[in-house]
Nanobody
Framework: QVQVVESGGGLVQTGGSLRLSCAAT???????MGWFRQTPGKEREFVAA????????YYADSVKGRFTVSRDNALNTANLQMDRLKPEDTADYYC?????????????????????WGPGTLVTVSS
């Protein structure tokens, strides 16, 4: 069983920035890391992902140009830098990893591609 945990959520004003981090048991460098978010009553939606090699990144259209996903293998974490935040970015943010290592899912934006999820961290953007 892979344990995943997010950190870095909080309250920020519109236009501000937050940086989320994700840690997982084992070597983070071997996993594709995905970020999703969810608000009450809505489906969990894709935000961003980074391939296990770090060579490819993927973004939802709603965050492209504002969010940056990266990994720090020395610290064994994956990060989501969120800039120019908007009230509609308010959500619980989840990090996820697939069961397979050293590979990238065919569709990194699909929830079905991931097997292990963190408990989530709340991001609130005030207007």
């Amino acid at each position: 069983q892979v344990q995943v945990v997010e950190s870095g959520g909080g309250l920020v004003q519109t236009g501000g920035s937050l940086r989320l981090s994700c840690a997982a048991t084992g070597a983070v460098s071997s996993y594709t890391m995905g970020w999703f978010r969810q608000t009450p009553g809505k489906e969990r939606e894709f935000v961003a992902a980074i391939s296990w090699s770090g060579g490819r990144t993927y973004y939802a259209d709603s965050v492209k140009g504002r969010f940056t996903v990266s990994r720090d293998n020395a610290l064994n974490t994956a990060n989501l830098q969120m800039d120019r935040l908007k009230p509609e970015d308010t959500a619980d943010y989840y990090c996820a990893v697939p069961r397979s290592t050293w590979s990238t899912p065919a569709d990194p934006s699909s929830r079905a591609s991931y097997d292990y999820w963190g408990p989530g961290t709340l991001v609130t953007v005030s207007s």
